[in-house]
């Protein structure tokens, strides 16, 4: 089965400066990765997603990009702020709609 | 987006009872439903995919007959955690895709956090 593997567990930066955070997959036949955002004791919540014949896909502040050669895909927040602060999960699916596998999630803090 | 609606939102019961967990789309129709379970700060677990009309599909080291997975509309999907222990306290989030009919998204119901005393 699919493996996704997420790095760091933790991120803290200082608002107005990047984030990346970065996913790795192991199921070849995977064509869909979305990333989620999750507040404590709260439903996850889709923040941006690409799909495996796109590379790169921005929305304002936040851009995903995608290497499927070598299996790994990032999420790039900029200009970040304390209410990006949350835990953000990756995800790798496709061969059946709906069935996600989750990497660990990790932990963005924005300081004021 | 697609509304996926969980009840209860969170349950507190006493070892060795059942607790039954709904999750219904709202303004779609889903053959397909997910159980997550996730311990705190820890990640989503796929514990079974709910079929609509058929049996639920378990991932490996999930018990099937403790976890009773129902299917009986496309609109609703319910989890029985059977017998349940204080080991199986946690926040359970269903999931459901319009699949085809949509992007392909998954949306999640709100979770229902179980405390079994």
């Known amino acids: 089965g699919e493996n996704v593997e997420q790095h760091p567990s933790t991120l803290s930066v200082q608002e107005g400066d990047s984030a990346v955070i970065k996913c790795t997959y192991s199921?070849?036949?995977?064509?869909?990765f979305p990333w989620y955002k999750q507040e404590l004791g709260k439903r996850p919540q889709l923040i941006i997603d690409?799909?495996?014949?796109?590379g790169e896909k921005k929305d304002q502040r936040i851009a995903v990009t995608l290497n499927k050669t070598a299996k790994h895909f990032s999420l790039h927040i900029t200009e970040t702020q304390p209410e990006d602060s949350a835990v953000y999960f990756c995800?790798?699916?496709?061969?059946?709609?709906?069935?996600?596998?989750f990497g660990q999630g990790t932990i963005l803090t924005v300081h004021p | 987006g697609a509304v996926v609606s969980q009840h209860p939102s969170w349950v507190i019961c006493k070892s060795g009872t059942s607790v039954k967990i709904e999750c219904r789309s709202l303004?779609?129709?889903?053959?397909?439903m997910f159980w997550y379970r996730q311990f705190p700060k820890q990640s989503l677990m796929l514990m079974a995919t709910?079929?609509?009309?058929?049996?639920?599909?378990?991932e490996q080291g999930v018990e099937k007959d403790k976890f009773l997975i129902n299917h009986a509309s496309l609109t609703l999907s319910t989890l029985t955690v059977t017998s349940a222990h204080p080991e199986d306290s946690s926040f359970y989030i269903c999931?459901?895709?319009?699949?085809?009919?949509?992007?392909?998204?998954?949306?999640f119901g709100e979770g229902s956090r179980l405390t079994v005393l």
């Open positions: 199921d070849s036949a995977s064509n869909y």
């Open positions: 999931s459901a895709s319009p699949g085809l009919a949509g992007t392909g998204e998954l949306f």
């Open positions: 995800a790798a699916g496709g061969t059946s709609y709906g069935k996600l596998t």
């Open positions: 709910s079929n609509e009309g058929s049996k639920a599909t378990y």
């Open positions: 303004d779609f129709q889903a053959t397909t």
């Open positions: 690409i799909r495996s014949n796109v």
